[in-house]
Structure formats: C-alpha cells, structure tokens
C-alpha cells in the first residue's frame, strides 16, 4: 500500500442534476458547494471538507453503463468511523434505499448500493491499522457477512 495515495476527486455524469443532488446530499449528507461555471454541474464536498469529493456533470437521456463492458464498477467513499458509517446505513434504511450488500473485509465494513443514475457506491469505514492482521508480511483481507448488530450499536441515539 502506498500510504499517500489518494483519490481527491471524481467526476460523474448524471441524467438529471436535481435528483442526484436529493441524493448525494439530502440522503448522503455531502455538501452542495461552487462549481465551475458549466450550468448544470455540481461540487460536492464532505460536511467539513473543502475540496470537492465528487462533481456531478448533468448530462440529459444518459443511461446507466451496460452489465459486462468496462466502466466504473463503484465510486467509494471513506466515512470516518464505524459510528459514522452505522449513521449512514440508518439514513438509508430510513430513506428505504436499496443496498446491493453489506459486508466485513476484515480492514474495513462496507455498504454498497446505487445511486440514482445507476452507478455503484462503497460507503466504508476503516478499522484502525493497528488491528489489521498480516500473515508473512501480507495484509490478510476477506469479504464476510457484515455483523450489522455491532456496527448499529455504534450509532450514537
């Protein structure tokens, strides 16, 4: 793992603007912010970011990518804490949002789901580096059942 690599921002086309605003900020909680001066684009930030996480490009008519060619296979964001990724499930439980799975890969737990446009998103959390497991010097990683109980009893009342 290279430590300072990261992902500042990423760009998504979307078939209408408005909707995908509802979502990424009304049921994800990332903030609307100044876009560039294209009509239809959006910035996106997190609650206490200042660069944009994600900018939202509106193009009209566009269509989910077809199953099975190359594209983007999902978008992931890092929320800060299990308590933090616990509010997440609960906001779209609350907002009925249809979840494509939930699991534990050992590093990390993980939420995946679509948005509106179709493409697929990773809300996660990061256990501490601390507790990450290696064998012969290798990260261990899996992909198991997610034990929601635990995650949700992290959510503050």
Known sequence: MIPSLQLRSALLRVAN???????????????????????????????????????????PGAVPKPAGVPGLFHLALLVPD???????????????????????????????????????????ADRPRETWRTTDGRLVMFTRALDTGSLLSTAPD
């Open 17 to 59: 603007l408005d909707r995908a605003q509802a979502f990424y900020a009304g049921v994800l909680g990332l903030v609307p912010g100044a876009s560039d001066n294209h009509p239809r684009t959006l910035a996106l930030h997190a609650p206490d970011g200042t660069e944009p996480l994600l900018t939202l490009i509106e193009k």
């Open 82 to 124: 299990r308590p933090a990724l616990a509010r997440v499930l609960l906001r779209l439980a609350e907002k009925r949002i249809p979840l494509h799975g939930l699991s534990d890969h050992g590093v990390s737990e993980a939420v995946y789901l679509a948005d509106p446009d179709g493409n697929g998103l990773e809300l996660y």
